[in-house]
């Protein structure tokens, strides 16, 4: 069974500041990451993606990625309001092609002004 | 990436009838995928759907109660048969593509 495991949070951070959700997986040959956001009563969107070790930075979105720990993180820097929601740490099977996901049970952040 | 048309958004559905959500993918794509969400948790699989043959089932969700149709490369169906209570959920289908995942809206479903 692949397991994926987040800090369950609710995690709180003021406007500005740094998020940092954690995410490790128990596959230690899986190769591809994504973190994917979620507001409330809609469906997740997709908001990165890593496959190699290392950070890999988008606008305020950072991912980093230690296969050998086998932990992969989001950082959120200036964070802002509208960015609270629920963030998923997915996990794609291993030795498969836009295969099969593998979930984290998400972390609720909220950004207070 | 790919957008994915599903239907319906929401329903209230009588026990023991059935209900069959609909996702359009504006893509020819090989694998689609099902999953349910209840309140407070995350994504569960309940199926991958492969065009030109039979779905594969996730443990603890079998055909019977879950049957899929995959009839081309950009549509598949999802039935939820004999509804009980239980099965109050968000149903969402979603897609692979080489940038990464797309879902769909999400099916709200109410037994009663």
């Known amino acids: 069974q692949k397991e994926v495991e987040q800090n369950s949070g609710p995690l709180s951070v003021p406007e500005g500041a740094i998020a940092s959700l954690n995410c490790t997986y128990s596959d230690r040959g899986s190769q591809s990451f994504f973190w994917y956001r979620q507001y409330s009563g809609k469906s997740p969107e997709l908001i990165m993606f890593?496959?190699?070790?290392g950070d890999k930075e988008d606008g305020r979105f950072t991912a980093q990625l230690n296969k050998a720990s086998q932990y992969v993180s989001l950082l959120i820097r200036d964070s802002q309001p509208s960015d609270s929601a629920t963030y998923l740490c997915?996990?794609?099977?291993?030795?498969?092609?836009?295969?099969?996901?593998?979930f984290g049970r998400g972390t609720q952040l909220t950004v207070w002004p | 990436s790919a957008v994915i048309s599903q239907k319906p958004s929401r329903d209230i559905c009588q026990r023991g009838t059935s209900l069959t959500i609909q996702c359009q993918v504006d893509s020819q794509v090989t694998m689609m995928f099902w999953y349910r969400q209840q309140p407070g948790q995350s994504l569960t699989l309940i199926a991958t759907a492969n065009q030109g043959s039979e779905a594969t089932y996730e443990s603890g969700f079998v055909i019977d109660k879950f049957p899929i149709s995959r009839p081309n490369l950009t549509f598949s169906t999802l039935t939820v048969s004999n509804m009980s209570p239980e099965d109050s959920s968000i149903y969402l289908c979603s897609v692979g593509v080489f940038n990464g995942y797309t879902f769909g809206s999400g099916t709200r479903l109410t037994v009663v």
């Open positions: 890593i496959y190699s070790n």
């Open positions: 997915a996990v794609m099977e291993r030795g498969s092609t836009l295969g099969r996901l593998y």
